[in-house]
């Protein structure tokens, strides 16, 4: 089964979205496989969006998911990586669509709620990022076979 790395970020916290945001996953069908509100030092936030380091926007980028805690998951289903970042919506908040988390929720491309891995191997370097083998729980919900 496929798991995703999806980060409620320091807006979506501060605003009180964190629970709205998890309902959302659940209520698609997924699994939470783990979770824990963290704050992200400047060495883990630039090794995280390393892929951005040349972006102009890098340095705005660190200091705001840096600039207080956010909430990290992981999630567990079938497609998940490409379904989580169809409910998220796309990274600019003004082009996401309603009943998207972006759509509903983000005013601004800097602040847009939540992250969400974009490819396999995304998930799986983010996933080792910022949880431990043992931090991940494995278990069986017997609704899944209705999903
Ligand atoms: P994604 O989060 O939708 O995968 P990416 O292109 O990977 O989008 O960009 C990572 C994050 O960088 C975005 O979620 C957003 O917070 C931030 N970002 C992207 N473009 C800009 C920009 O032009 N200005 C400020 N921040 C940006």
Do not use: C
């Not at 847009?112 to 191997?121: A, F, Q, V, Y």
């Amino acid at each position: 089964m496929e798991r995703t790395y999806l980060m409620v970020k320091p807006d979506g916290v501060q605003r009180g979205l964190i629970g709205e945001i998890i309902s959302r996953f659940e209520a698609k069908g997924f699994t939470l496989v783990a979770g824990k509100l963290t704050q992200l030092s400047r060495d883990l936030a630039e090794t995280h969006y390393g892929e951005h380091k040349e972006r102009p926007f890098f340095g705005e980028l660190v200091d705001f998911i840096t600039s207080g805690p956010v909430f990290a998951m992981v999630w567990e289903g079938e497609n998940v990586i490409k379904s989580s970042r169809t409910l998220v919506g796309s990274t600019n908040p003004i082009e996401a669509s309603p009943g998207t988390i972006r759509g509903d929720y983000g005013v601004h491309v800097g602040m847009n709620l939540i992250h969400g891995s974009d490819s396999p191997e995304s998930a799986v370097r983010e996933i080792n990022l910022f949880f431990t083998e043992d931090e991940l729980v494995s278990y069986k919900k017997t609704i899944n076979q209705w999903i």
